[in-house]
């Protein structure tokens, strides 16, 4: 029977519904973006809370008027439980809560990180096991998948995330929020070998990163360059990317040398990156590992990702009642 998954997400600043079926996959879907956070270049918890309150509804309805069904038509409903910001959690745990009890729909709590992975489900079953580099603004990791809900931590961030390392650079650069896609954009008129920025950890052996000595590297040589014309400002963007994407390259292709693992996919908003993706091809490729991505908008925070974990953890018996609460840091753990 084809039955149909709503998956609602609000960790963040995006506020997003979605409907999703194996058979058909991606049913509906909507995100709204929060522009308001540009101004104070990073995103501020009480105005997303708040903007997800006023959003949440239309965008439910708008999702259920396209796929045209109506609440009991759901086969289960899964929300974004956690990590993320708690009051944003919360409007859409209590949202879910509310529709599932008044309906009777099963609820499930999904891990966001787990939601970033199984974007790379959406258009057809994965096939394992699988390695997954895991690259958002609040996480860098590379994770070992045996096979759907069961996950192995391979190796992780010791400070900031890749996406934080992005935004962070691009606020020193003065370019707009977030920093992942002005960046990437700065750099297309830069030189990419203009300026020597350490990568963090690279000769350590093991699987974990390390961003903020970059940041450091590049605030220091911001300072020192004095006035950044845009042949300047292209120039950093260029190589601070080059040295991120380079060693998140590298510690994926290590993390598929240890394991033996031959297929690696990238999950979250850093793997909408065009530079990764392609220095990712060049390195693991002449090893023989497969290597796939979910579309841009599939990349950053979505629904549709959250609605296709919904399939998988209702389909396996998962259910969640009222009692269910949001959790704001957590690691992914098995559940299968
Ligand atoms: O997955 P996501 O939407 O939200 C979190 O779960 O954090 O990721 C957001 C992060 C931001 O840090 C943003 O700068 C980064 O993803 N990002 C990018 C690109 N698009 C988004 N980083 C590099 N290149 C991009 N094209
Ligand atoms: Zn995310």
């Known amino acids: 029977m084809d039955r149909l998954f709503l998956g609602i997400e609000t960790s963040c600043d995006d506020t997003a519904c979605a409907i999703f079926s194996r058979e058909r996959g991606l049913v509906a879907g909507r995100t709204a973006e929060q522009l308001d956070h540009g101004l104070y270049g990073g995103v501020v918890p009480e105005i997303a809370s708040r903007?997800?309150?006023?959003?949440l509804l239309p965008i439910f309805e708008s999702v259920m008027e396209e796929a045209g069904i109506g609440l009991p038509e759901l086969g289960g409903i899964g929300v974004t439980q956690g990590p993320g910001l708690t009051g944003s959690?919360?409007?859409?745990?209590?949202?879910?809560?509310?529709?599932?009890?008044g309906s009777g729909v099963p609820l499930a709590g999904i891990h966001h990180l787990e939601g970033h992975i199984l974007a790379?489900?959406?258009?057809?079953?994965?096939?394992?096991?699988?390695?997954?580099?895991v690259v958002s603004?609040?996480?860098?990791?590379?994770?070992?998948?045996?096979?759907?809900?069961?996950?192995?931590?391979?190796?992780?961030?010791?400070?900031?995330?890749a996406g934080e390392a992005f935004d962070k650079i691009g606020k020193l650069l003065g370019l707009p929020f977030p920093g992942g896609p002005s960046i990437e954009r700065a750099a297309r008129e830069g030189d990419r070998a203009a300026f020597g920025f350490p990568r963090g950890l690279r000769r350590s052996g093991e699987c974990d990163f390390s961003f903020s000595g970059l940041k450091t590297a590049v605030r220091l040589k911001v300072e020192s360059l004095g006035e950044l014309t845009d042949a300047l400002v292209g120039d950093v963007a260029a190589s601070a990317q080059e040295a991120i994407c380079e060693v998140l390259a590298e510690k994926s292709l290590l993390a598929a040398r240890k394991t033996g693992v031959k297929r690696l996919h990238l999950a979250g908003g850093v793997a909408a990156n065009g530079r990764l993706r392609?220095?990712?091809?060049?390195?693991?490729?002449?090893?023989?590992?497969?290597?796939?991505?979910?579309?841009?908008?599939?990349?950053?925070?979505?629904?549709?990702?959250?609605?296709?974990a919904a399939y998988y953890h209702i389909s396996a018996g998962h259910r969640d009642g009222l009692e269910l609460n949001t959790f704001p840091r957590g690691e992914l753990v098995s559940w299968a």
């Open 137 to 161: 603004g609040g996480h860098t990791q590379l994770i070992l998948a045996e096979r759907i809900g069961r996950y192995r931590f391979l190796g992780g961030t010791r400070d900031d995330a």
């Open 120 to 133: 790379n489900a959406l258009e057809g079953e994965l096939s394992f096991p699988a390695l997954f580099l």
């Open 89 to 101: 959690l919360l409007v859409g745990l209590s949202f879910a809560k509310a529709i599932s009890y």
């Open 278 to 308: 392609e220095l990712m091809e060049d390195m693991l490729a002449p090893e023989g590992i497969e290597l796939s991505w979910p579309a841009v908008r599939f990349c950053t925070d979505n629904a549709a990702m959250i609605s296709c």
């Open 51 to 55: 903007a997800h309150m006023r959003t």
